[in-house]
């Protein structure tokens, strides 16, 4: 038994170099995989910039923008699980928030909401039957927290308060007292 030990520690002993030369050769080898995959991936994005540079990449992009291929490339897209993930995604990161915060559009939205354009636009909803109905509702409604003669205060679920001027309110009045006086008399 002490036999084997003893040779056993001998043929240890023999290749602990050739273990060491194995440890080396790996590691050179990792070594140079890397420097290879690193330079070649290099060697890759300077092929990419100089394709992107060329004349000839701005038409080839219009061919294939223009190509069959890419139609069934977007119907595909649209058909599928994209436009439903695309959605959550713009809800999830606040797209819509982040482009109105964005201060030419919101630039753009002051100008529009000056504009006589709006107040012609809400003026007729507001002489529709319809807005008059609606403001009744609300009056009506638990909504309601104060009505005076200067304005009427609203509380909305948000625990925020607006305030309305009188005239809309007194239409709203006048129509539903209108409606009421027609339901009476027939």
């Given at each position: ?31 140079a995989r890397h420097r ?151």
């Amino acid at each position: 038994m002490l036999v084997f030990r003893i040779a056993g520690a001998a043929a240890d002993v023999a290749a602990r170099p050739a273990r060491g030369a194995w440890r080396v050769a790996g590691l050179l080898e990792r070594r140079a995989r890397h420097r290879a995959v690193t330079h070649g991936g290099r060697l890759t994005l300077v092929c990419v910039d100089a394709a992107l540079a060329s004349p000839y990449a701005n038409e080839a992009v219009q061919r294939v923008v223009d190509s069959d291929l890419a139609e069934r490339a977007v119907a595909r897209a649209l058909s599928g699980g994209l436009v439903d993930v695309v959605a959550a995604d713009l809800v999830r990161f606040r797209v819509v928030e982040r482009v109105v915060d964005n201060v030419f559009v919101r630039a753009a939205v002051d100008r529009a909401l000056e504009g006589e354009e709006l107040t012609r636009i809400v003026a007729r909803a507001l002489e529709s039957p319809g807005a008059e109905r609606l403001v009744g509702l609300v009056v009506e409604s638990r909504v309601v927290e104060e009505a005076s003669a200067t304005q009427v205060t609203v509380a909305f679920s948000d625990r925020s308060r607006r305030s309305f001027l009188p005239e809309y309110v007194r239409r709203a009045k006048a129509a539903r007292v209108k409606a009421a006086g027609s339901s009476a008399a027939a």
